[in-house]
């Protein structure tokens, strides 16, 4: 009788560790193509902490006046492989650039096929115009056949802007704008103005004292 207990038991343990495997199984199967919940739901936003309070630096006119052609030269050496600068100098895979400021855009260099990106620009290669081509060549021009990235610096920028008006000319350079006072410069020229203002009354009053005095 108690062999008998003891078989039956066995099965139904069997059975249960069998249906428990079966579950685990059917489980995996139904639920695989089900993604995970995310631990932490919703979306990780990471800042950009140099997107704002950046400081813009000098003006281009500031770097124009104080910026040096030979190390502008010096930066140029990057675009020798394409470019010449040169009085009668033969065109390469891009044009001569030899008095290129002051020039209308994608004119200058005449029988050179320039991309209607930069032929029909329009306008004149300001300061500023090169300036902005000099930092992205594609943002200025989209679709610009010219495969340089351009020039992250604003002082290269300026210097090659330099040694170009070295070669061949160009407009007058912009004036650099004039510094606003300190705040504490300010305060002490208002005061100086009352001041000087108090001492010009004092002084009339006494004239005037001394005026209607008998003599």
């Known amino acids: 009788m108690g062999d008998r207990l003891n078989t039956i038991f066995g099965w ?74 040169t ?32 032929s029909g620009h329009g306008g004149d290669w300001t300061y500023e115009n090169m300036d902005h081509w000099l930092t992205s060549p594609r943002a200025f021009a989209d679709g610009t056949k010219m495969s340089f990235a351009g020039l992250s610096s604003a ?5 090659i802007m330099l040694f170009m008006l070295t070669n061949g000319g160009g407009p007058e350079l912009p004036a650099p704008e004039a510094e606003a006072p300190a705040e504490g410069d300010e305060a002490a020229t ?12 004092e002084d009339a009053e006494a004239q005037q004292v001394a005026a209607d005095e008998p003599a």
């Open 155 to 159: 002082e290269d920028r300026a210097n």
């Open 190 to 201: 208002d005061g100086e103005v009352v001041s000087e203002e108090a001492t010009a009354e």
């Open 12 to 85: 139904v343990l069997f059975s249960g560790v069998i249906a428990l495997g079966l579950t685990a199984v059917s489980s995996r199967i139904f639920h695989a193509d089900k993604a995970e919940s995310p631990e932490n739901p919703g979306f990780l936003i990471v800042a950009n902490e140099n997107a704002e309070g950046a400081d813009a630096g000098p003006s281009l006119a500031t770097l124009l006046a104080t910026g040096d052609a030979a190390k502008g030269e010096a930066v140029f050496a990057k675009c020798m492989a394409c470019h010449t600068i």
């Open 87 to 118: 009085q009668g100098g033969a065109d390469g895979i891009g044009p001569n650039l030899y008095g290129i400021l002051g020039k209308p855009i994608g004119k200058h260099e005449p029988g050179f096929a320039y991309s209607s990106a930069l």
